[in-house]
Nanobody, 123 residues
């Protein structure tokens, strides 16, 4: 079992920045790939990005150049730095854990999820 707790969401104006954190339980955090997803009302959960246990990252085209992912294995925490936020970034953001290596852009590839944190970007 892995427990994930997201924090850092809130209300921000367009063009602003937020940094989300996801704290994980367990002693094997460094062996996991961590993903970030988001879900807006009435929409499906959407891939945002991931960071592998070797700290390789990939983000969705919709956030490329604006969002970055990092991890601190000593703190069992992964971060999502969001800059130049747009109203369309408004969603509940989730972090998740997987040990898989394929299709880690899909929600079904992840085994454990946090409760989510709301990000609202006003225009």
């Amino acid at each position: 079992q892995v427990q994930l707790v997201e924090s850092g969401g809130g209300l921000v104006q367009a063009g602003g920045s937020l940094r989300l954190s996801c704290a994980a339980s367990g002693r094997t955090f460094s062996s996991y790939t961590m993903g970030w997803f988001r879900q807006a009302p009435g929409k499906e959960r959407e891939f945002v990005g991931f960071i592998t246990r070797g700290s390789l990252t990939n983000v969705a085209d919709s956030v490329k150049g604006r969002f970055t992912i990092s991890r601190d294995n000593a703190k069992n925490t992964v971060y999502l730095q969001m800059n130049s936020l747009k109203p369309e970034d408004t969603a509940v953001y989730y972090c998740a854990v997987t040990t898989r290596v394929q299709r880690i852009d899909l929600p079904r590839s992840y085994d454990y999820w946090g409760q989510g944190t709301q990000v609202t970007v006003s225009s």
